[in-house]
Structures are given as structure tokens and as C-alpha cells.
């Protein structure tokens, strides 16, 4: 029996797992959409900028990849600053957008995307606009392995619009993958040795180790070694107990003072993280003199561009199970206990302090609760009052670009609603970053999904102001944000929504918040004070 493009597509997808997409629609994208099926879930989001990045909180929940279906150029140009970020949180994601139909692609019809393949670079792993109608489903085939393979990560597919109803070649075949690479078993021998005979190594555990699934692995190896961990500089997932006895704290995003923090060790090993990202321009050497490093990853990428260092390409899981085998336990003296200064204001200020709302966050928070955070200037200080305790519970952007965790959370909550695990998600953002992507709130009420968005109002950009501070720039435009009132724009999407000014009134919003089925978002004044930078 013969069957179109589009049966044979829905078919492999279905035998993918594939049977949500998120999207938001155009004219380009409905021949594909066309008749939806009925095992199938369509995601509205009413902007391409959520719609990706409810997909990353998706997948990153599942740990599968996410579909995601964008309107044609002016779609994928929307969905760009998440698709970085996605591309930076190694999320495999098939990102496919509708295209013109081909019997007027070379007269640059309205709508045409007339530079499908490159407009979503360099931010994908592959790309492509299948050369004939039939190609189709193959190459969905194609786009899902190459976004699993390791590392994970988005891929695009441009979809002409009158491919749908063409004859199809047959059923695509469905393939499976490994998403997994293990050591080279020589070279990894090697390290352990160097690691055995160290006088004082330090380990770095990054964000692939959640990503691996290895935070016990990380913990196992770290008590046999008996050696401190560090977080590398803004970690986009938590990789280990931060209660921990041996955890130090997150390394600071500069060349010289994340140098410093290392200088009493001879050898530093970075499992499941680049060497390093920084932020701050602050010259120096990048390790200590007389310091060496090894570096697990399985990005070729991210092996090559390390400034020092010396490294072997795996799945973080992998490697850190071999090593746990072959390592001798480490008879190192304990390092010394961290000491974590959280200071709360006495008497309470009349505005509340960044402290303060966190403490109410962490008294008030399930155990089991995850966290996604774009609170630029608050992160450190969430960090001291909100360790991260267990895996797969903590989120943020892994580019910088704001406008994903409101969005993410949507996504992720969606995926723990799927997956019947029913975690309680909550997103912390700055009244900037609350801004980026504020449809995915429609989402969230649409869906009933019992999201809390907890906006830590200081009524500016805080950071760029610290930031400002930082790099001697003097009277920069466009840092105040006054005249936003929360409450109504998160009330017109038809979520849940309350100001709350004192402690008290956000540990009993909180509790509220996570009883109620649907969303809730809590506009919570803070100081505009902001921290310096280092
Ligand atoms: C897409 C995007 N646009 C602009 C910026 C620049 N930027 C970095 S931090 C920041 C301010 C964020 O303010 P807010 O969320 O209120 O957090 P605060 O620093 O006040 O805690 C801006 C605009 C960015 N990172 N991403
Ligand atoms: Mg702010």
C-alpha cells in the first residue's frame, strides 16, 4: 500500500517516541500539520522564542530529544536566542520549520525562507532541506540520530510546504543510537595513574555529568579519592550534592581568579565540562604554575579549544565508573570544611533583600523540587541559601541569553506531568528576564501545569549596572525598568498572580503556589542593591 510523505513521517515518529511537538503555526507549517493525529500533542506557544525553549525544558527533563515545528524564516529568527541556548545546554532537539512551496522557491515568494539551511547556524549539529518530496521521512531519521549522538544537541530540518501529499518511498526505516562514547580503555589507565600519584588533585564535576546521569558515580569517586570538588563557572546543571563535605563551591567565571582557587593542587581533573567558560575579562595564567589537567568530555569541540590541559573524549558516566576501578583511594588530608556566610538583615528591611527571599525559598521548597534560575544578579546568592542536592533539579541558561528559563520551566513541568513523576517546578527570574519569552506563561495556564514563577523585582537590570561597575562604563542607557506591573500581565495570560512584600507573606504565597493545579506567579519587591561582580 502506498502511502504520502506525510503518513510515512507521523509513522517514524511515532516508532521515535516523537508524538509531542511544540510549535507555533503558519500557513508554510499546516500541510504538515494537516489531519493531526490523535496520539499526537500539539504544544502551542505564541512566540518562537517560548516555543523553543519549553522543547529544551522538555527534553532536558526526559532526557529525550524534543520536536519542535517553527513558522518558516521569521519562526526560526524568533527562536534563535533559545536555539543558542539549547545549543549550549547540549539539548537534542529536531527543529524543523515549514518552507514555501517548491514550484516558487525561485521567484522569492512572500514567506520563503531563501537561506533555509543557514539562518538556524551555527547553532546546529545538522541542517538541511530535503532535495526531493520523498526524502522526508528519511531525513527526519537522519536529524534525530544526529541530535542524540554525543554531544547531544539541535538539529534543523527546512520542510517545503507541498511535500505532504507526495507518494512516500515506504515506511522510513526507525533506527537506534548509541548516545553514549566510552574511553579509550589505554588512555584512561593513563589518567588514573596520573590522578593516583598526584600529591594534591582537585576535581571539577561540569554539567554533562547530569546530563550522564553520573552524580553517583561523581560522589564515589570523589570519597574514594577523598579529594575537594569544585563547580565549574556557571554550570548550567548541578553535578553534585552541594551539601556535600567535600564540595567548595562554584569556580569563578576569570581567567586569574579561577586560577587562584586552584593553586594549591598539582593536578585538576574537569569531567563533563569545558576548560573553562569565563565571563570577566581578568588576565592571567589559566592554572597555577606547576599545575596540570585533565579533561573528560565527550565534545571534540570542547577538547580541542581548552587553552591546557590534556584530554580524553567520553561519556561522563562512563569514565567516571572505569576510574572508580582503577584509581587507588586517596589518602589525602580532608580538605577543609566550606564555610558558607548567609546573613539575613536584623531587624528585616522594609524591602526585602535577595537573602531573604531565598531562605523563604529554601524553608518552603519539596526536596524533590526543580529549580531553573535567571536571577543574573542573584545567582550566587541563591546558590549559598538553595544547594541543589539531587540530579536531574536544577537548570539554567547555557548561553547567557535571557529569555529561556520562564519558558524551559513551562516545558520541563509538561515532561514531569508525561512522565507521571509530577516533580513541583519552580523558576526564579529577574523582572528582565521575566520578560524575554513572558507567553510561555499562556502555556502554562492553558495546560494547567502547577509552575511557580517566583520574579525577583529590583525594577532594573542589576547586573548591568554591577557590570558597568565592573568595566569602568559610566552612564550607559537603559538600566531602570519601572512601570511593570506583574500581576496584570500574568493575570491577562491566566496564570495565578500575587505581589508579596515581606517574608512571611512569601513562605505562605509559596506554599499556596505549590498546592494550586495550575500557574502561579509571585512578584516579589526587592533591594536594588546588587552585588559586585567579583
Ligand atoms: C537576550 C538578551 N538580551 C540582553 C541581555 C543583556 N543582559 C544581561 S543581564 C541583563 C539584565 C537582567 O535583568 P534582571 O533579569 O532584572 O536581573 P537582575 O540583574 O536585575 O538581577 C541584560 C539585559 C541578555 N543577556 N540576553
Ligand atoms: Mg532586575
Known amino acids: 500500500m502506498t502511502s504520502t510523505v506525510r503518513e510515512a513521517t507521523y509513522d517514524l515518529l511515532r516508532q521515535l517516541g516523537l508524538t509531542t511537538i511544540f510549535g507555533n503555526p503558519g500557513s508554510t507549517e499546516e500541510p504538515f500539520l494537516q489531519d493531526f493525529p490523535a496520539d499526537f500533542t500539539y504544544v502551542l506557544g505564541l512566540q518562537e522564542a517560548s516555543v523553543l525553549a519549553m522543547a529544551d525544558g522538555y527534553a532536558q527533563a526526559t532526557g529525550r530529544p524534543s520536536l519542535v515545528n517553527l513558522h518558516t524564516f521569521a519562526g526560526v529568527g524568533h527562536a534563535m536566542g533559545s536555539l543558542i541556548c539549547a545549543y549550549y545546554n547540549k539539548t537534542p532537539l529536531i527543529v524543523t520549520a515549514g518552507q514555501q512551496t517548491r514550484e516558487m522557491l525561485l521567484l522569492e515568494p512572500y514567506l520563503a525562507n531563501v537561506q533555509a539551511v543557514e539562518t538556524p547556524r551555527p547553532c546546529v549539529k545538522w541542517s538541511y532541506e530535503p532535495v526531493r518530496a520523498a526524502d522526508v521521512p528519511a531525513a527526519f531519521m537522519r536529524a534525530y540520530a544526529a541530535a542524540v549522538q554525543p554531544p547531544a544537541g539541535p538539529v534543523f530540518l527546512s520542510l517545503p510546504m507541498d511535500d505532504f501529499d507526495k507518494e512516500a518511498l515506504g515506511a522510513a526505516a526507525a533506527r537506534t543510537l548509541s548516545q553514549r562514547v566510552g574511553p579509550d580503555p589505554a588512555r584512561l589507565q593513563e589518567f588514573a595513574r596520573q590522578i593516583s600519584k ?21 560522589q564515589r569517586l570523589a570519597e574514594k579519592l577523598n579529594v575537594p570538588v569544585w563547580a565549574p563557572p556557571e554550570i548550567e546543571r548541578a553535578a553534585f550534592p552541594e551539601d556535600h563535605p567535600l564540595f567548595q563551591g562554584f569556580l569563578p567565571f576569570a581567567i586569574a581568579p579561577l586560577s587562584e582557587k586552584l593553586k594549591d593542587h598539582d593536578l585538576v581533573v574537569v569531567v563533563g565540562a569545558p576548560v573553562f567558560r569565563y ?21 571534540a569541540a570542547e577538547a580541542a579549544r581548552a587553552p591546557v590541559g590534556d584530554s580524553l573524549l567520553a561519556d561522563a558516566r562512563l569514565a567516571l565508573e572505569d576510574l572508580l576501578d582503577l584509581v587507588e583511594p586517596g589518602s589525602y588530608p580532608a580538605p577543609p570544611a566550606r564555610s558558607v556566610e548567609r546573613e539575613l538583615p536584623d531587624p528585616p528591611d522594609l524591602v526585602l533583600v535577595p537573602a531573604q527571599v531565598f531562605a523563604a525559598l529554601q524553608a518552603s521548597r519539596p526536596e524533590d523540587a526543580v529549580i531553573l534560575i535567571e536571577s543574573t544578579s542573584n545567582i550566587a546568592e541563591f546558590h549559598k541559601w538553595v544547594p541543589i542536592t539531587r540530579p536531574r533539579s536544577f537548570s539554567l541558561f547555557g548561553s547567557g541569553g535571557l529569555g529561556w528559563a520562564l519558558p524551559a520551566a513551562v516545558g520541563w513541568a509538561l515532561a514531569e506531568r508525561d512522565a507521571g513523576r509530577n516533580r513541583p517546578v519552580l523558576a526564579v527570574l529577574g523582572d528582565g528576564a521575566a520578560n524575554y519569552s513572558i507567553q510561555a506563561l499562556y502555556t502554562a495556564a492553558q495546560h494547567g501545569l502547577p509552575v511557580v514563577f517566583l520574579v525577583l523585582n529590583n525594577g532594573e537590570y542589576g547586573i548591568l549596572k554591577a557590570f558597568a561597575d565592573q568595566q569602568g562604563t559610566p552612564g550607559v542607557p537603559g538600566m531602570d525598568l519601572p512601570g511593570l ?32 493545579p495550575g500557574p502561579t506567579v509571585l512578584d516579589v519587591p526587592i533591594t536594588a542593591a546588587v552585588a559586585p561582580l567579583l
Open 485 to 516: 506591573d506583574f500581576v496584570a500581565l500574568a493575570t491577562g495570560y491566566g496564570c495565578a498572580a500575587f505581589r508579596v512584600d515581606t517574608s512571611e507573606a512569601l513562605a505562605q504565597a509559596l506554599q499556596n503556589a505549590l498546592r494550586r
Open 198 to 218: 598526584a600529591k594534591s588533585p582537585v576535581l571539577v564535576f561540569g554539567a554533562s555529568v547530569d546530563r550522564a546521569d553520573g552524580w553517583d558515580a561523581a
Open 279 to 299: 565571563y570577566l575579562y581578568v588576565p592571567g595564567d589559566y592554572l597555577p604554575a606547576g599545575t596540570r589537567l585533565l579533561h573528560i568530555t565527550d565534545d
